[in-house]
């Protein structure tokens, strides 16, 4: 651990511990920056708030750094110094191994470990370079794992079941869970998806706790770059479509199952326990019709039409007996008409990486003798 050599409060630059200890992190910077994106396990606990900010950065480009700086503590003066000091201490009462960070691990940041440090005594430790050292790590790292890593990539049709057989896998991660999507166009969940940056971060982390248990490869889900509104980084995308693939095969009504479960009985439980933020079951059927607006000109206006009148169907015998079966119908449409020929199309440019074909049970077992075999 480092000092440093103003303050002699201690300084960090060791980011794998911290991503490996789960280390609890106060992020200094403005709220607009936090929501940007972040560290996971950080907390935002800012110096100054967003106007406060804003003032000092027009002073800064104005009149300059001392300016800035003077306009800063008058700004975040008095009780609301104290204030300010308060919550940092509530924080490290119950997370004493936390540590801070602000932008690029300078002014904003120095002055908190200070201040926190004149209020109690709490020496804090604050990351050497600060959010952006640290990003730039995690970005490295996820890069290099990405391509250091044996891969395997886990295929099958719509519904087959692959989420559920990633987490039987110990050396899988899943890019849907990170992502909070289910990766398709109807796989949008009642509550948000991460910012970009906290989906790269995610990622980085998870790759880091997976390369620390020392996995012999790892396999992920067959994704498209994209997953709902974020996307896997370019190069580590491309690292990833160089693994072999396993198929998993499952039966059509098995599929019609799985989908059903996880499209209608889990998401509409899941918008009707988000009930108190104004989500219904009624914003779920809305979402679905707005996803088959988003693939009309795929579907081409005849199965558009045809597709959502069965919704339309289907939601209406809901509303009007509580059975949800017929959703199982457009389901099937869905999955036999539209996603199954784009699959057939997509593992045609993918055979020759094909390493092994089967239900879950002989994929299981693949990867038992594989791993032997690593």
């Known amino acids: 651990m480092n000092r440093d050599p103003k303050t002699q409060l201690p300084l960090i630059d060791d980011f794998r511990s911290i991503v490996l200890k789960q280390r609890p992190l106060i992020d200094t910077r403005a709220p607009v920056e936090f929501a940007k994106g972040a560290f996971p396990n950080a907390v935002n606990l800012p110096l100054m708030n967003d106007e406060e900010r804003e003032q000092v950065g027009t002073v800064y480009k104005r009149e300059g750094h001392d300016a800035a700086v003077a306009l800063g503590h008058e700004l975040v003066g008095g009780e609301l110094r104290e204030a300010r000091i308060r919550a940092w201490l509530d924080f490290l009462e119950t997370h004493p191994e936390a540590y801070i960070y602000c932008w690029r691990g300078g002014q904003r940041s120095q002055i908190v470990q200070q201040w926190i440090h004149e209020a109690s005594g709490k020496t804090v430790p604050r990351l050497e370079g600060g959010y952006k050292a640290f990003r730039r790590y995690l970005m490295e790292e996820s890069l290099r794992l990405a391509q250091e890593k044996e891969i395997l990539v886990l295929g099958g049709r719509t519904g087959s079941g692959k989420t559920l057989l990633i987490k039987r896998i110990p050396e899988a991660i899943d890019l849907e869970g990170i992502a909070h999507h289910r990766g398709s166009a109807f796989g949008r969940y009642a509550h948000s998806q991460p910012s970009q940056i906290d989906f790269e971060n995610a990622l980085a982390y998870t790759q880091i706790h997976h390369d620390a248990a020392k996995h012999p490869f790892l396999l992920i889900e067959d994704e498209s770059r994209n997953i709902g509104q974020r996307y896997i980084p370019p190069e580590i995308f491309h690292s990833f479509q160089r693994g072999k693939v396993l198929l998993l095969e499952t039966p059509l009504e098995e599929r019609i199952e799985i989908s059903y479960r996880d499209y209608i009985l889990f998401a509409q439980k899941e918008y009707d326990e988000t009930h108190a933020r104004g989500e219904t079951p009624y914003d779920w059927y809305e979402t679905m019709r ?85």
């Open 290 to 374: 707005h996803n088959f607006r988003r693939i009309r000109k795929r579907l081409g206006n005849e199965r558009y039409e045809r597709f959502t009148n069965l919704l339309n169907d289907a939601w209406e015998e809901q509303r009007r007996s509580g059975n949800t079966e017929q959703h199982k119908i457009w389901i099937r449409a869905l999955l036999e008409e539209y996603y199954d020929p784009m699959y057939d199309y997509q593992i045609e440019k993918k055979k020759e990486r094909i390493l092994f074909r089967g239900d879950a049970g002989e994929i299981l077992e693949f990867l038992e003798r594989f791993r032997s075999d690593s």
